[in-house]
């Protein structure tokens, strides 16, 4: 049986699936094969039968934190959105979550619950597995300070790794240099509190969204991590960059930490205007402004390799 017989037994199969249909930027090169694998099982025998034929492959959560060039993928992208959004609550307050689930919609289910810790997540477009490999947060809180253990495929084996082992701080985890590692789900301690209280709560913060963030068009949240002591977009509102575009690509003239797309924005677009800021902040001011946003598949600076 060929490989790709093969990849329609373990799932549902896409071949040269738009990734722009699957990113929050709606930028990305097509995929020579996209696949919703519904089953550890199944994802058990797809990573092995990838490495045994030397296939390139990655997992994409909800895309909400990527950059994804406008260079085709040349392997098999892995969604665990469909397969991989269970979640159940234990022992009064304990969130058991599979990767793919929705944080936003994990944020309600605690509030019905009248369980508190994740509003600050209310608002953030991504899953649990995308949320836990950066660390995902808002409102200076972050998946990691509520977060007990992951449950992982590695070399596979399925694993549990507790917090302290993964190396969490601002915008990091270990995943991020473990790439092969594939979260399958995680488990988060929270707090009984009146429903009412965290509704309030989760009510006031998308407020502050809706009138704060460029909601109307696609882009992958903050740009930029702050750097200590100072908030990225003062940085780029002191260069002077609110509101400049290169090509369909604009720094929100709502919000300077994000750049938006305004309808035609390649990935190219995109990375010159992250480099030109980065540039300037570094040659103004000293300030080493590092990126939220996660290149994918990246050959922007030479579209010869495309």
């Known amino acids: 049986m060929s490989l790709k017989d093969t990849l329609y037994r373990l799932g549902q199969v896409w071949e040269r699936e738009p990734l722009s249909r699957h990113t929050t930027y709606k930028i990305g090169g ?28 990655l997992v994409l959560g909800n895309g909400s934190n990527v950059l994804i060039d406008d260079c085709d993928y040349h392997g098999v992208v892995i969604s665990l959105k469909s397969g991989f959004d269970a979640f159940t609550f234990e022992k009064g307050n304990i969130l058991n979550a599979q990767a793919g689930c929705s944080i936003i919609q994990l944020s ?31 409102y200076r809180s972050d998946l990691s300070e509520i977060l007990i253990d992951v449950t992982i495929l590695r070399d596979g084996q399925i694993v549990t790794l507790p917090k302290a082992e993964l190396d969490f701080t601002y915008r990091h985890s270990l995943f991020q240099t473990h790439k092969d590692w594939i979260i399958l789900s995680a488990r988060f301690a929270l707090e009984p509190k009146e429903r009412t209280q965290i509704k309030a709560l989760m009510d006031s913060r998308k407020q502050r969204r809706l009138s704060s963030q460029p909601i109307s068009r696609p882009s992958a949240g903050s740009v930029f991590r702050n750097p200590e002591g100072m908030n990225a977009w003062q940085v780029v509102d002191n260069l002077g960059y609110r509101g400049k575009a290169i090509g369909g690509a604009r720094v929100s003239e709502v919000h300077s930490n994000f750049i938006v797309n305004e309808g035609s924005a390649t990935a190219h677009d995109v990375d010159l205007l992250i480099r030109m800021i980065q540039k300037d902040a570094w040659e103004k001011f000293g300030v080493r402004l590092i990126t939220e946003v ?13």
């Open 294 to 306: 996660e290149r994918i598949n990246w050959h922007a600076e030479d579209d010869s390799l495309c």
């Open 108 to 138: 309600f289910e605690a509030m019905d619950h009248g369980l508190s810790g994740l509003e600050f997540a209310s608002g953030i477009p991504g899953s649990i597995g995308g949320g836990i490999y950066m660390n995902a947060g808002a």
């Open 30 to 57: 097509k995929a020579d094969f996209f696949i919703e694998v519904d089953s550890v099982e199944n994802l058990v025998t797809l990573i092995e039968l990838l490495e045994n034929n030397q296939v390139d492959w």
